[in-house]
Protein backbone atom coordinates (compact mmCIF):
# COMPACT_ATOMS: atom_id res chain seq x y z
CA UNK A 1 0.00 0.00 0.00
CA UNK A 2 1.41 3.35 -0.79
CA UNK A 3 2.47 6.02 1.60
CA UNK A 4 3.88 9.26 2.80
CA UNK A 5 5.84 10.05 6.04
CA UNK A 6 7.85 13.35 7.36
CA UNK A 7 10.19 11.91 9.62
CA UNK A 8 11.04 12.14 12.29
CA UNK A 9 8.20 10.85 12.86
CA UNK A 10 6.34 14.07 12.32
CA UNK A 11 3.64 12.62 9.91
CA UNK A 12 2.71 10.14 8.53
CA UNK A 13 -0.18 7.94 6.94
CA UNK A 14 0.88 4.35 7.45
CA UNK A 15 2.94 2.16 9.72
CA UNK A 16 6.61 3.80 8.26
CA UNK A 17 7.81 6.63 10.88
CA UNK A 18 10.80 7.57 8.74
CA UNK A 19 12.77 6.90 5.39
CA UNK A 20 14.80 3.72 6.68
CA UNK A 21 11.75 2.01 7.62
CA UNK A 22 10.49 2.80 3.93
CA UNK A 23 13.79 1.16 2.71
CA UNK A 24 13.75 -1.65 5.34
CA UNK A 25 10.40 -2.16 4.04
CA UNK A 26 11.09 -2.64 -0.11
CA UNK A 27 14.59 -3.83 0.07
CA UNK A 28 14.62 -6.25 3.32
CA UNK A 29 11.02 -7.10 4.19
CA UNK A 30 8.28 -7.31 1.91
CA UNK A 31 10.35 -9.18 -0.96
CA UNK A 32 12.16 -12.32 -2.36
CA UNK A 33 15.89 -11.75 -2.32
CA UNK A 34 17.22 -12.91 -6.02
CA UNK A 35 14.42 -11.26 -7.68
CA UNK A 36 14.77 -8.10 -9.68
CA UNK A 37 16.88 -5.13 -8.79
CA UNK A 38 17.01 -2.56 -6.36
CA UNK A 39 17.46 1.03 -7.02
CA UNK A 40 19.68 3.89 -5.01
CA UNK A 41 19.48 7.17 -6.73
CA UNK A 42 20.70 10.30 -4.30
CA UNK A 43 22.94 12.93 -4.39
CA UNK A 44 24.71 12.29 -1.28
CA UNK A 45 25.42 9.19 0.20
CA UNK A 46 27.58 8.17 3.59
CA UNK A 47 29.38 4.76 5.17
CA UNK A 48 26.18 4.75 7.57
CA UNK A 49 23.78 5.60 5.35
CA UNK A 50 24.09 1.95 3.90
CA UNK A 51 25.03 0.17 6.95
CA UNK A 52 21.41 -1.34 7.50
CA UNK A 53 21.45 -2.73 3.75
CA UNK A 54 25.19 -3.93 3.21
CA UNK A 55 24.55 -7.62 4.29
CA UNK A 56 20.75 -7.56 2.59
CA UNK A 57 22.42 -6.22 -0.74
CA UNK A 58 25.01 -8.99 -0.77
CA UNK A 59 22.65 -11.81 0.25
CA UNK A 60 20.43 -10.24 -3.08
CA UNK A 61 23.11 -10.47 -5.32
CA UNK A 62 24.36 -13.39 -4.05
CA UNK A 63 21.01 -14.93 -4.89
CA UNK A 64 20.88 -13.81 -8.68
CA UNK A 65 19.49 -10.27 -8.37
CA UNK A 66 21.15 -6.63 -8.93
CA UNK A 67 21.69 -3.66 -7.04
CA UNK A 68 22.32 -0.67 -8.83
CA UNK A 69 23.40 3.14 -7.39
CA UNK A 70 23.34 6.87 -9.07
CA UNK A 71 25.16 8.76 -6.68
CA UNK A 72 26.48 12.51 -6.93
CA UNK A 73 29.90 13.07 -7.19
CA UNK A 74 32.44 15.91 -7.17
CA UNK A 75 36.69 16.78 -6.66
CA UNK A 76 36.00 19.52 -4.30
CA UNK A 77 32.34 18.59 -2.66
CA UNK A 78 31.83 16.15 0.25
CA UNK A 79 29.00 14.27 -2.01
CA UNK A 80 29.96 10.52 -1.87
CA UNK A 81 32.10 8.74 0.30
CA UNK A 82 34.92 6.41 -0.75
CA UNK A 83 33.91 4.03 2.30
CA UNK A 84 30.39 3.61 1.14
CA UNK A 85 31.35 3.27 -2.54
CA UNK A 86 33.85 0.13 -2.06
CA UNK A 87 31.76 -1.31 0.37
CA UNK A 88 28.58 -1.13 -2.18
CA UNK A 89 30.98 -2.78 -4.84
CA UNK A 90 32.24 -5.39 -2.61
CA UNK A 91 28.47 -6.53 -2.06
CA UNK A 92 28.29 -7.08 -5.64
CA UNK A 93 26.56 -3.69 -6.53
CA UNK A 94 26.61 -1.60 -9.80
CA UNK A 95 27.56 1.72 -8.71
CA UNK A 96 27.58 4.66 -10.96
CA UNK A 97 29.04 8.03 -9.67
CA UNK A 98 28.01 11.43 -12.03
CA UNK A 99 30.11 14.04 -11.36
CA UNK A 100 27.59 17.01 -11.94
CA UNK A 101 28.98 20.16 -9.85
CA UNK A 102 26.10 19.04 -7.40
CA UNK A 103 23.30 19.17 -9.98
CA UNK A 104 22.33 15.56 -9.89
CA UNK A 105 20.74 16.10 -6.76
CA UNK A 106 17.61 13.27 -6.75
CA UNK A 107 16.64 11.06 -4.58
CA UNK A 108 14.51 7.96 -4.85
CA UNK A 109 14.71 4.31 -4.11
CA UNK A 110 13.39 1.13 -4.69
CA UNK A 111 13.09 -2.18 -6.92
CA UNK A 112 11.79 -3.91 -9.69
CA UNK A 113 10.81 -7.12 -7.16
CA UNK A 114 7.16 -7.38 -7.21
CA UNK A 115 6.71 -4.92 -9.87
CA UNK A 116 8.21 -1.13 -9.73
CA UNK A 117 8.01 -0.20 -6.30
CA UNK A 118 9.34 3.82 -6.24
CA UNK A 119 9.85 5.93 -3.19
CA UNK A 120 10.30 9.51 -3.96
CA UNK A 121 12.18 11.49 -0.77
CA UNK A 122 13.98 14.53 -0.66
CA UNK A 123 15.91 12.61 1.96
CA UNK A 124 19.68 11.19 0.55
CA UNK A 125 21.49 7.76 1.15
CA UNK A 126 23.11 9.40 4.71
CA UNK A 127 22.81 8.17 8.02
CA UNK A 128 21.22 11.76 8.94
CA UNK A 129 19.20 11.55 5.52
CA UNK A 130 17.07 8.13 6.23
CA UNK A 131 16.75 8.60 9.81
CA UNK A 132 16.97 12.37 11.70
CA UNK A 133 16.92 15.01 9.18
CA UNK A 134 13.04 16.45 8.42
CA UNK A 135 12.57 15.23 5.36
CA UNK A 136 9.39 13.46 3.42
CA UNK A 137 9.47 10.46 1.58
CA UNK A 138 6.53 9.21 -0.75
CA UNK A 139 6.38 5.67 -1.60
CA UNK A 140 4.39 4.45 -4.54
CA UNK A 141 3.56 0.34 -4.71
CA UNK A 142 3.36 -1.03 -8.10
CA UNK A 143 -0.20 -0.84 -8.96
CA UNK A 144 0.45 3.21 -8.67
CA UNK A 145 3.74 2.96 -10.96
CA UNK A 146 2.08 0.96 -13.66
CA UNK A 147 -0.38 3.62 -13.71
CA UNK A 148 1.83 6.14 -14.02
CA UNK A 149 3.83 3.85 -16.90
CA UNK A 150 6.99 4.29 -14.44
CA UNK A 151 9.51 1.75 -15.02
CA UNK A 152 12.64 1.46 -13.48
CA UNK A 153 14.81 -0.06 -15.88
CA UNK A 154 13.63 2.62 -18.27
CA UNK A 155 15.23 5.36 -15.57
CA UNK A 156 18.08 3.15 -15.65
CA UNK A 157 18.80 3.33 -19.49
CA UNK A 158 17.72 7.17 -19.50
CA UNK A 159 20.28 8.58 -17.13
CA UNK A 160 22.79 6.13 -18.23
CA UNK A 161 22.36 8.04 -22.30
CA UNK A 162 22.77 12.01 -20.65
CA UNK A 163 25.62 13.72 -22.07
CA UNK A 164 27.10 13.90 -18.43
CA UNK A 165 30.65 12.97 -16.40
CA UNK A 166 29.41 9.14 -15.40
CA UNK A 167 32.39 7.16 -13.84
CA UNK A 168 31.77 3.57 -13.13
CA UNK A 169 34.85 2.51 -10.61
CA UNK A 170 36.02 -0.95 -9.70
CA UNK A 171 37.64 -2.20 -6.75
CA UNK A 172 40.72 -3.92 -9.25
CA UNK A 173 41.71 -0.50 -10.09
CA UNK A 174 41.96 1.78 -6.92
CA UNK A 175 43.94 4.25 -9.67
CA UNK A 176 41.02 4.80 -11.63
CA UNK A 177 39.56 8.42 -12.35
CA UNK A 178 36.47 7.31 -10.36
CA UNK A 179 38.05 7.53 -6.83
CA UNK A 180 38.98 10.64 -7.42
CA UNK A 181 35.44 12.04 -7.23
CA UNK A 182 34.58 10.76 -3.90
CA UNK A 183 35.45 11.72 -0.35
CA UNK A 184 37.50 10.04 2.50
CA UNK A 185 35.33 10.05 5.57
CA UNK A 186 38.25 8.71 8.03
CA UNK A 187 40.62 11.81 7.28
CA UNK A 188 40.28 13.77 10.18
CA UNK A 189 37.30 15.99 11.14
CA UNK A 190 37.69 17.25 14.50
CA UNK A 191 34.55 19.55 14.36
CA UNK A 192 31.22 18.67 13.73
CA UNK A 193 28.38 20.11 12.53
CA UNK A 194 26.07 21.85 15.12
CA UNK A 195 23.04 19.53 13.95
CA UNK A 196 25.22 16.87 15.09
CA UNK A 197 26.36 18.01 18.49
CA UNK A 198 23.73 16.51 19.84
CA UNK A 199 23.04 14.28 23.54
CA UNK A 200 21.68 10.91 23.81
CA UNK A 201 19.18 9.82 26.44
CA UNK A 202 19.02 6.55 27.41
CA UNK A 203 16.94 5.03 30.13
CA UNK A 204 18.59 1.71 30.98
CA UNK A 205 17.25 -1.95 31.80
CA UNK A 206 18.97 -4.99 33.39
CA UNK A 207 20.47 -6.00 30.45
CA UNK A 208 22.59 -2.74 30.53
CA UNK A 209 23.23 -2.76 34.33
CA UNK A 210 23.59 -6.39 35.39
CA UNK A 211 27.35 -6.17 34.98
CA UNK A 212 27.41 -2.90 36.83
CA UNK A 213 26.19 -4.12 40.00
CA UNK A 214 27.67 -7.28 39.68
CA UNK A 215 30.51 -8.80 42.38
CA UNK A 216 33.94 -8.91 40.50
CA UNK A 217 34.29 -12.91 39.62
CA UNK A 218 30.86 -13.69 40.05
CA UNK A 219 28.72 -15.18 36.92
CA UNK A 220 26.57 -11.93 36.81
CA UNK A 221 29.81 -9.84 35.68
CA UNK A 222 30.77 -12.48 32.91
CA UNK A 223 30.69 -11.23 29.21
CA UNK A 224 31.17 -7.60 27.49
CA UNK A 225 29.25 -4.24 29.26
CA UNK A 226 27.44 -2.46 27.16
CA UNK A 227 24.68 -0.01 26.28
CA UNK A 228 21.96 -1.30 24.33
CA UNK A 229 21.19 1.45 22.13
CA UNK A 230 19.28 1.57 18.98
CA UNK A 231 19.06 1.92 15.53
CA UNK A 232 17.71 5.26 15.38
CA UNK A 233 21.68 6.12 16.79
CA UNK A 234 22.45 5.29 13.21
CA UNK A 235 23.79 8.89 12.74
CA UNK A 236 25.01 9.47 15.95
CA UNK A 237 28.35 7.82 15.64
CA UNK A 238 31.62 8.22 13.62
CA UNK A 239 31.35 5.76 10.21
CA UNK A 240 30.95 2.07 11.54
CA UNK A 241 34.10 0.60 9.17
CA UNK A 242 34.96 -2.83 10.70
CA UNK A 243 33.54 -4.99 9.63
CA UNK A 244 32.75 -8.66 10.80
CA UNK A 245 31.00 -10.57 8.49
CA UNK A 246 29.47 -14.59 9.54
CA UNK A 247 27.10 -15.47 6.04
CA UNK A 248 24.88 -12.83 6.04
CA UNK A 249 24.35 -12.08 9.73
CA UNK A 250 27.53 -8.69 9.52
CA UNK A 251 28.56 -6.71 12.13
CA UNK A 252 30.12 -3.11 11.95
CA UNK A 253 31.54 -1.23 14.49
CA UNK A 254 33.53 1.23 15.02
CA UNK A 255 35.93 2.72 17.93
CA UNK A 256 35.27 6.01 19.74
CA UNK A 257 37.03 8.12 22.61
CA UNK A 258 34.38 7.94 25.60
CA UNK A 259 34.85 10.09 28.43
CA UNK A 260 33.38 8.77 31.64
CA UNK A 261 32.26 12.25 32.76
CA UNK A 262 30.99 10.76 36.44
CA UNK A 263 33.29 12.32 39.15
CA UNK A 264 34.05 8.36 40.46
CA UNK A 265 36.08 7.40 36.86
CA UNK A 266 36.88 11.25 35.26
CA UNK A 267 38.72 9.09 32.53
CA UNK A 268 38.64 8.63 28.97
CA UNK A 269 38.42 5.19 27.24
CA UNK A 270 39.99 5.69 23.82
CA UNK A 271 39.01 2.22 22.36
CA UNK A 272 35.53 2.14 23.33
CA UNK A 273 33.53 -0.04 20.56
CA UNK A 274 30.14 0.94 18.95
CA UNK A 275 28.37 -2.24 17.28
CA UNK A 276 25.54 -2.30 14.82
CA UNK A 277 24.40 -5.84 14.07
CA UNK A 278 22.46 -5.39 10.86
CA UNK A 279 21.76 -8.92 10.52
CA UNK A 280 20.77 -10.04 13.57
CA UNK A 281 19.13 -7.90 16.39
CA UNK A 282 19.07 -5.04 14.43
CA UNK A 283 20.57 -2.32 16.78
CA UNK A 284 23.72 -0.93 18.56
CA UNK A 285 25.82 -1.48 21.45
CA UNK A 286 27.94 0.77 23.24
CA UNK A 287 31.15 -0.50 24.94
CA UNK A 288 30.87 0.41 28.41
CA UNK A 289 33.72 -1.59 29.89
CA UNK A 290 35.16 1.07 32.84
CA UNK A 291 31.31 0.84 34.29
CA UNK A 292 31.81 -2.41 35.44
CA UNK A 293 31.81 -3.61 38.78
CA UNK A 294 30.93 0.40 39.49
CA UNK A 295 27.76 0.40 40.97
CA UNK A 296 27.16 3.61 39.01
CA UNK A 297 24.22 2.83 37.56
CA UNK A 298 20.81 1.06 38.56
CA UNK A 299 18.09 -0.32 36.08
CA UNK A 300 15.67 2.71 35.33
CA UNK A 301 18.63 5.67 35.60
CA UNK A 302 19.50 7.50 32.16
CA UNK A 303 22.56 7.02 30.54
CA UNK A 304 23.73 10.58 28.84
CA UNK A 305 25.74 10.43 26.03
CA UNK A 306 27.11 13.64 24.27
CA UNK A 307 28.93 14.08 20.98
CA UNK A 308 31.54 16.57 21.25
CA UNK A 309 33.62 16.08 18.12
CA UNK A 310 33.88 13.25 14.91
CA UNK A 311 35.36 10.33 17.43
CA UNK A 312 35.20 12.46 21.25
CA UNK A 313 31.92 11.74 23.57
CA UNK A 314 31.56 12.01 27.27
CA UNK A 315 29.10 9.89 28.73
CA UNK A 316 27.65 10.10 32.48
CA UNK A 317 24.57 8.50 34.47
CA UNK A 318 21.81 10.05 35.96
CA UNK A 319 20.18 8.13 39.12
CA UNK A 320 16.69 8.08 39.22
CA UNK A 321 14.61 10.83 41.89
CA UNK A 322 16.60 13.50 41.40
CA UNK A 323 15.71 16.69 39.71
CA UNK A 324 18.44 16.16 36.77
CA UNK A 325 16.75 12.69 36.19
CA UNK A 326 13.35 14.60 35.90
CA UNK A 327 14.74 17.02 33.54
CA UNK A 328 16.23 14.83 31.10
CA UNK A 329 13.44 11.52 31.21
CA UNK A 330 11.03 13.28 29.30
CA UNK A 331 13.81 13.81 25.98
CA UNK A 332 13.87 10.06 25.74
CA UNK A 333 10.81 9.46 23.86
CA UNK A 334 11.36 6.22 21.69
CA UNK A 335 10.57 3.15 23.69
CA UNK A 336 12.47 0.20 22.44
CA UNK A 337 11.48 -3.37 23.17
CA UNK A 338 9.04 -4.38 25.94
CA UNK A 339 10.91 -3.47 29.04
CA UNK A 340 11.17 -0.16 29.84
CA UNK A 341 13.98 0.92 27.88
CA UNK A 342 13.77 4.12 26.27
CA UNK A 343 15.92 6.58 24.26
CA UNK A 344 15.46 9.75 22.71
CA UNK A 345 17.87 13.41 21.75
CA UNK A 346 18.39 16.83 22.59
CA UNK A 347 20.98 19.31 21.65
CA UNK A 348 24.01 20.10 24.09
CA UNK A 349 23.41 23.21 24.72
CA UNK A 350 19.88 22.24 25.72
CA UNK A 351 21.74 19.64 27.93
CA UNK A 352 24.28 22.47 29.38
CA UNK A 353 21.17 24.60 30.47
CA UNK A 354 19.56 21.69 31.76
CA UNK A 355 22.23 20.43 33.77
CA UNK A 356 24.13 23.97 34.47
CA UNK A 357 26.95 22.25 33.23
CA UNK A 358 29.98 22.74 30.89
CA UNK A 359 30.68 19.99 28.28
CA UNK A 360 34.59 19.72 27.52
CA UNK A 361 35.84 20.98 24.19
CA UNK A 362 37.38 19.42 21.48
CA UNK A 363 40.48 20.70 22.72
CA UNK A 364 39.48 20.42 26.52
CA UNK A 365 38.49 16.58 25.58
CA UNK A 366 42.17 16.14 24.81
CA UNK A 367 43.57 17.03 27.71
CA UNK A 368 41.36 14.49 30.12
CA UNK A 369 43.20 11.73 31.42
CA UNK A 370 43.23 8.61 29.56
CA UNK A 371 42.22 5.00 31.21
Not at 121 to 134: D, E
Not at 202 to 215: F, P, W
Not at 343 to 370: A, C, K
Amino acid sequence: MSEFCLQPDVYRTGASVNLLTLLENVWIHDRNFGEGTNYLVSGFGNYNGGVRFFSSFKRHVDSGGRVVAFFGASTSQRLTSRQLVARLLECGCEVYLINRKQIFHTKCYGTTNSGNRLIVTSGNFTSNGISHNVESALYLDYELTSHLNFQWSHLEQSILKQNWEIYRPTLADPDDPAWKVVYDEHQERFKIEESQAMTMVLKLVHADTVRINASPGSAAGKGSQYFWLSKDAIDFFPPLTITNERGYKMTNSCLINLHYANSELDIVDENSRVTFEAGNNVDFRLGTPKYRYTGLAQEGDLAVISRISENDYDIRTIEQNTEEYDLLSPYATTHIGHRGKRIGFLSNDRLETLLRIHLPTRTQFSRLPRA
